[in-house]
């Protein structure tokens, strides 16, 4: 059994800072890339940030500047520092571990069950 969760999210004021965390658990043997993924009603998820198991990064292009992804590998738990809100950022996030639950399992995609972030004066 894996799990993911997450926390962090909320309502905060155009020009303010959040910060989310996603913590995995359960039988894990190791964790590649994590990252995390925001959808709005109606439209399809996308990628937000993502963090490979040595630190590599990759953000959207909306996001490059504002936001950023880190990880504690000892803890098996991926960050998302949110700075310069805008309106435009809200949705509900999510994160996602492509991990092995044994040495002999095949990788696979885990996700979190969403936190929502609203950016409103």
């Known amino acids: 059994q894996v799990q993911l969760v997450e926390s962090g999210g909320g309502l905060v004021q155009p020009g303010g800072s959040l910060r989310l965390s996603c913590a995995a658990s359960g039988t894990i043997f190791t964790i590649d890339a994590m990252g995390w993924y925001r959808q709005v009603p109606g439209k399809q998820r996308e990628l937000v940030a993502s963090i490979t198991s040595v630190g590599t990064t990759n953000y959207a292009d909306s996001v490059k500047g504002r936001f950023t992804i880190s990880r504690d590998n000892t803890e098996n738990t991926v960050y998302l520092q949110m700075n310069s809100l805008k309106p435009e950022d809200t949705a509900a996030y999510y994160c996602?571990?492509?991990?092995?639950?044994?040495?002999?399992?095949?990788?696979?995609?885990?996700w979190g069950q969403g936190t929502q972030v609203t950016v409103s004066s």
């Open positions: 996602k571990a492509a991990l092995q639950k044994t040495y002999y399992s095949g990788p696979r995609d885990y």
